[in-house]
């Protein structure tokens, strides 16, 4: 399995701030992809970061909003823009694994926005 | 994508068997199942990934009929560490399963 790195953790922001968010794995993965998972829902589908080229976005997601880095494949970045308190949410960075279907998971970037 | 349906929530005691039923009945030809554990505060992580039959691994096993418009994780003696929301997704040999459902809340309970 790959493992998967993001900073920061956990933050704190204020309204129509931005924060990036990084993600490093440990090893080149093909496919990168991330999610955000509101308080108390599923998991949903932000965007496919694409090694050296822009990234896929996903229906109701902009790339104004949620700008996407990948600059190798080892590692990209999200960035929330103008924070307001809906995007409070958990933001996970994951991969596909190099042996079969499996998507792999960092442990979250929690963003509260006050 | 194959569309998953599965219970919003289970209850269970401590070291019994607990199986979770998911419904994917478009699944397609090439589609694999997977099934991930999510604790809260954390990323969500993978248990098991089957195409058919049956598999087994060191935390659970997936059982998955011929028709393979269901499939079923089945963790063996659970403990309170087992808590948790478990994911059951369909995807193809492409690469991966993308959407999430709302997943089954599993509760273990002394």
């Known amino acids: 399995s790959a493992v998967i790195s993001q900073k920061p953790s956990r933050d704190i922001c204020q309204r129509g701030t931005s924060l990036t968010i990084q993600c490093q794995v440990d090893s080149q993965v093909t496919m990168m992809f991330w999610y955000r998972q509101q308080p108390g829902q599923s998991l949903t589908l932000i965007a496919t970061?694409?090694?050296?080229?822009?990234?896929?976005?996903e229906s109701g997601f902009v790339i104004d909003k949620f700008p996407i880095s990948r600059p190798n494949l080892t590692f990209s970045t999200l960035t929330v823009s103008n924070m307001s308190p809906e995007d409070s949410s958990i933001y996970l960075c994951?991969?596909?694994?190099?042996?079969?279907?499996?998507?792999?998971f960092g442990e979250g970037s929690w963003l509260t926005v006050v | 994508l194959a569309k998953t349906t599965q219970p919003i929530s289970m209850d269970s005691y401590e070291g019994q068997e607990v199986n979770i039923t998911c419904s994917h009945n478009?699944?397609?030809?090439?589609?694999?199942i997977t099934w991930y554990q999510q604790f809260p505060s954390q990323g969500p992580r993978f248990i098991i990934q089957g195409y058919k039959t049956k598999v087994t691994n060191e935390v659970a096993s997936l059982f998955i009929p011929a028709d393979r418009k269901s499939s079923t994780l089945s963790l063996p003696r659970v403990s309170l560490s087992d808590t948790a929301v478990y994911y059951c997704?369909?995807?193809?040999?492409?690469?991966?399963?993308?959407?999430f459902g709302k997943g089954t809340s599993l509760l273990v309970t002394p």
């Open positions: 970061a694409n090694q050296g080229s822009e990234a896929t976005y």
């Open positions: 478009n699944i397609a030809t090439n589609d694999y």
């Open positions: 997704l369909v995807g193809g040999l492409s690469g991966y399963a993308l959407n």
């Open positions: 994951s991969v596909v694994g190099r042996v079969g279907n499996t998507i792999y």
